[in-house]
């Protein structure tokens, strides 16, 4: 959220955690506050989003950086958004990393490190969003941060249990059934159907969805429904 669609009143009644862009792929200072106050009327969670500082590739385009720079960056985005958070009276609960910096941490043990050290030097407190049974899971652990295993609602899976690549015409889903299908899958079974047809198991502690999707706000809807229906 906070990425220039100004659709989060609409979404708010349908989820549960926001992860708010915190000004290095998009957003600024004032659109955070507005998803922040949106969270609180709400009750909703409050996330950092953070990532490369990449506004013109909307933080989707890998970069290769020193651990150092990465945990300044990380370290940045999250004093950024907890002050504003706090200058509203609310609290940071969890952390995302968004885009490129998350696929690559998603398979990338040292740089998974990194971003969850930075967190935890930051806070200890907050959770740590990472992609299900990845390796961001695995170092957050190490170091003692909560963690959530994410699954992804409106994107497809590979056989090896990794996201579909954007650049792959059938990585989003676009159907509303087919979301719904797929959450009931991650729930229920804790599985998940790829897109050779084949179910592998999958850990899901929150479901993402995003935001930007063309038919976001149906399919939040949808996954609100079908979660209250299990």
Aim: charge should be negative; include cysteine; hydrophobic fraction near 40%.
């Amino acid at each position: 959220m906070g990425e220039g669609l100004e659709n989060e009143a609409d979404l708010m009644p349908y989820i549960y955690s926001a992860n708010i862009a915190c000004g290095y792929h998009a957003g600024d200072a004032d659109t955070m506050k507005q998803v922040i106050e949106l969270c609180m009327q709400h009750g909703v969670n409050i996330g950092a989003h953070p990532s490369f500082a990449d506004r013109d590739n909307f933080g989707r385009t890998p970069m290769q950086l020193p651990g150092t720079m990465v945990y300044d960056l990380i370290t940045a985005q999250l004093a950024t958004i907890k002050n504003i958070a706090t200058a509203c009276g609310a609290r940071l609960n969890h952390v995302k990393p968004h885009g490129a910096l998350y696929n690559m941490a998603a398979k990338d043990p040292l740089l998974a490190h990194v971003i969850a050290k930075a967190v935890k030097d930051f806070d200890p407190h907050l959770v740590y969003f990472g992609f299900s049974g990845s390796v961001m899971i695995d170092e957050a652990k190490k170091i003692g941060l909560q963690t959530a295993n994410e699954v992804f609602a409106d994107r497809t899976y590979q056989q090896d249990g990794t996201l579909t690549p954007r650049t792959e015409p059938n990585a989003l889903l676009q159907d509303v059934e087919a979301v719904k299908k797929q959450v009931k899958k991650f729930v229920k079974e804790q599985r998940v159907t790829t897109v050779t047809g084949e179910e592998i198991p999958i850990l899901a502690d929150t479901i993402c969805l995003h935001g930007d999707g063309v038919h976001a706000l149906e399919f939040a809807k949808t996954i609100y429904k079908t979660l209250h229906d299990q």
